[in-house]
């Protein structure tokens, strides 16, 4: 199926791991690329957890695009070679992760206010690979003016595209969008402009495009954990409710045969599905009722028949989240 825009799953760390992405894209329509939730350096290697979610072997989809955190050119440079030795043709730079743990070690939305250090990393980059490379940015760290000094410099080198979260760092995932930045970026950006933010439903997402038509490419994240059918529906491939419920009983299942065969325990396989269904829960009318009894069930096999009689008879939600 051709479409004038595609759709992205975002990267979410301890959500969009290489389980989720593999289970999700053998059963539902509607995802074009799958970004890997950022690898970093520590202690000049990565960590193991890293080294998994990247393997090619876990990433068996079409198009699938791995991010880096890094706060100088050497660690972009570290990263990405390992990334190209592993054969990906395109990386994505994170210059969006707002949380403060993050952004006081100069990585993710705290490289924005270092407009030199942007460019070196960014210079290094075009100066050592040939693989295409996309940024993924907020608005800003402190201030979404940052987004009007930022833009040059991106304009300085052949990006693929730049997919930008209209906050500022501070705000989290909270507060309104600042559409004045997306707008900016829009009409200064040399560059394809993709969008990430606040896209939960298919009512969202039209409003949006129509917003905002020149942008072609969305990021969905939340969205989809809280309605693995909205990239579906956006690309308007319709579902019967027995059919919906066919694909959240394949979809489960499957989750939880690859954490149990992934995960040292079936202890850790079941924290696993618990942190899944504080999302998937909201398939259901009764969210709340439904993740309580999730929460409730601390052995696996009560786990199970909970899950069961969930997907089985509570009502689902008529439309997205």
């Known amino acids: 199926m051709t479409s004038e825009f595609m759709i992205y799953l975002a990267p979410l760390q301890g959500f969009t791991d290489f389980v989720y992405r593999k289970v999700y894209a053998g059963i539902f329509q509607g995802v074009d690329a799958y970004f890997i939730p950022y690898i970093t350096v520590q202690n000049a290697a990565i960590l193991k957890k890293y080294e998994r979610e990247i393997l090619p072997q876990n990433n068996p989809q079409n198009r699938v695009v791995p991010q880096i955190l890094a706060k100088d050119e050497e660690e972009v440079r570290f990263l990405s070679e390992i990334l190209v030795h592993y054969g990906y043709t395109e990386i994505n730079l994170n210059m969006g992760c707002p949380y403060p ?178 999302y998937f829960s909201y398939h259901f009318e009764n969210q709340a009722k439904a993740f309580k009894r999730i929460k409730k069930s601390k052995q696996l096999a009560l786990f199970k028949a909970e899950a069961g009689s969930i997907i089985g008879t509570e009502r689902l939600c008529r439309e997205s989240t």
Do not use: C
């Not at 693989?131 to 009007?148: C, F, H, Q, Y």
């Not at 501070?170 to 829009?186: N, S």
């Not at 997402?205 to 490419?217: G, M, V």
């Open 101 to 278: 743990m993050v952004t006081k070690r100069g990585r993710g939305a705290g490289l924005l206010p270092d407009l030199e250090q942007v460019y070196r990393i960014l210079n290094t980059y075009f100066e050592h690979f040939d693989s295409a490379l996309s940024v993924k940015l907020r608005a800003g760290l402190e201030s979404p003016g940052e987004i009007e000094r930022i833009v040059p410099v991106l304009n300085e080198f052949p990006l693929k595209e730049v997919i930008l979260h209209p906050r500022i760092a501070r705000q989290l995932y909270k507060g309104e969008t600042i559409d004045m930045a997306v707008d900016f970026a829009a009409k200064n950006l040399k560059h394809p402009l993709g969008y990430n933010g606040d896209i939960f439903s298919l009512e969202d997402y039209h409003r949006k495009a129509r917003q905002f038509p020149e942008i072609k490419n969305w990021m969905v994240g939340r969205g989809v954990l809280m309605n693995a059918f909205l990239p579906s529906e956006i690309m308007g491939i319709q579902l019967n409710e027995d059919e919906k419920r066919t694909a959240l009983f394949q979809f489960h299942q499957k989750m939880l045969e690859e954490y149990l065969e992934t995960t040292d325990n079936p202890g850790n396989a079941l924290n696993k599905m618990q942190q899944f269904w504080s």
